[in-house]
């Protein structure tokens, strides 16, 4: 780099300013860097949430949100350095960065409140969730709730699949029930927003509930065959197996 | 019961939609005017450098109305949905403050600041990563308008030697490898300005090239 003082007025004007943009660039960059990390490590360890959560048809309910309790936790603590990053104006400014892990979070404790209450968790709810000391630790958009419930049709189709392979046909019922709400719901709300991801999730959406309606078609066909022949006490594992 | 949480979101969405039109529309509006003063502008390329004035001239009012439609856009937009909705009129503030870089150094041969370029567009400027407060254009925008105006010394070395005017190219060419060893000190990352920067050295190169036809005929010394 030549020396500043042996170079035009002008062009010394040039190389002060643009170094002053570079340190703010370089600021910027390196912040969004830090979101994009954190917003995936939070990802990572949303879907460790979720398979915990989904180990449910093995392991006792107590000890499987126990285990979920856990990684919560450790959740928590991403979401509070990741709050540190996103004061103010910066949450929307990184919004893009900082939506996947955080609609990643949305959708474990969705299934998790499923699992529990058979709802839909609201977005309070979700606030709470997310709050220490009765303060939201980041700021969660409409959008990010939205999306955050589109994904959960997957992640409940597992649950659903599970669970009849462990013989509890109600949850057949339960989930399909859910699934047919937020397929109502998302498509109206699909009418009126401009989220484009939200229509890359419909498939996902309709192929889960189409598989759920499939079951949930084959094991009512199966009873009714059962009952035509008097076979009323048929051992309910069994019964899986013949559905799948 | 739970389809509630889908109703309250789609009336939010609805009040949403109309800001997302009226943003639209102002948008295209600046749009609009935008065109109109880079066409009038661009005479600047068929006029020798003493008659630059009418040109500069000509396109004051076009300023005043961009300042208009840059108003009537940042009525709109609070800190809250600033960053929501930037995509959509960023190409085209970076279109006016490409006009503004180029209609200043027009008239005084001389880099655009931010603080210029707020004054012609009629709107705040926020070139640090602090809080917005308000609408303002922003670092990037800024940094991608000025580095439009290396197609545009390039287009004038060419069009300057048309007009019989062999010395204007050494200055334009003095004063483009300055800027661009301004852009050089940043370290860029794999985005838009990233791509922009690139092409900035396909400018120069056509800005030298006229200097060395000029040179090679004995035209410049």
């Known amino acids: ?244 | 019961m739970d389809l509630q949480v889908f109703i309250d979101l789609q009336d939010k969405f609805d009040q949403e939609s109309e800001l997302f039109e009226s943003v639209k529309a102002a948008t295209k509006e600046l749009d609009r005017t935008c065109r109109l003063a880079s066409a009038k502008l661009s005479k600047a390329h068929s006029l020798p450098k003493d008659r630059l004035k009418e040109v500069t001239d000509a396109i004051k009012p076009q300023f005043a109305t961009i300042q208009q439609n840059i108003g009537e856009l940042a009525k709109l937009i609070t800190p809250v949905t600033f960053y929501k909705y930037k995509e959509m009129w960023t190409h085209k503030l970076q279109n006016a403050c490409a006009l503004a870089v180029f209609a200043i150094y027009l008239e005084e041969a001389r880099l655009a600041t931010p603080a210029d370029v707020g004054e012609h567009l009629g709107c705040k400027v926020n070139m640090t990563n602090e809080p917005i407060t308000e609408f303002v254009l922003t670092l990037d925008e800024y940094l991608l308008g000025v580095i439009s105006l290396f197609g545009e010394l390039a287009r004038l070395a060419v069009n300057s030697v048309i007009v019989n005017d062999v010395q204007r190219p050494q200055e334009i060419s003095t004063f483009a490898s300055e800027l661009y060893s301004g852009f050089q000190l940043l370290n860029l990352k794999n985005d838009v300005l990233r791509r922009r920067f690139d092409s900035i050295k396909y400018d120069i190169k056509r800005i030298e090239e006229v200097q060395y036809d000029l040179r090679v005929r004995g035209l410049i010394s």
């Open chain 1, 1 to 244: 780099m030549e020396d500043l003082s042996l170079m035009t007025p002008s062009k010394k004007a040039i190389i002060t300013t643009f170094t002053e943009y570079r340190d703010t660039l370089d600021a910027h960059y390196d912040q969004r860097e830090r979101i994009i990390k954190c917003s995936r490590d939070i990802t990572a360890l949303s879907k460790k949430i979720v398979f915990a959560l989904l180990r449910i048809t093995q392991d006792s309910p107590e000890k499987v949100f126990k285990d979920a309790e856990a990684k919560h936790a450790q959740v928590l603590e991403l979401f509070q350095k990741l709050s540190k990053e996103l004061q103010g104006s910066d949450a929307c400014r990184y919004n893009r960065q900082a939506t996947p892990g955080i609609q990643e979070y949305i959708e474990a404790i969705s299934l998790w409140h499923f699992l529990q209450h058979d709802r839909l968790i609201t977005m309070d709810q979700v606030l709470d969730r997310l709050s220490v000391d009765g303060q939201p630790l980041v700021t969660v958009t409409d959008e990010d709730y939205l999306l955050g419930v589109s994904d959960l049709p997957g992640e409940v189709n597992r649950y659903c699949i599970n669970a009849i392979g462990k013989g509890d046909h109600d949850a057949v019922k339960r989930c399909l029930e859910f699934l047919r709400l937020l397929k109502e719901g998302i498509s109206m709300v699909m009418s009126t927003c401009h989220i484009s991801e939200l229509g890359k999730k419909q498939p996902v959406l309709n192929s889960s509930l189409e598989k759920i309606e499939k079951t949930y078609y084959s094991m009512a066909i199966r009873e009714s065959e059962l009952h035509s022949i008097g076979v009323m006490n048929v051992d309910n594992s069994e019964q899986a197996n013949i559905i799948s």
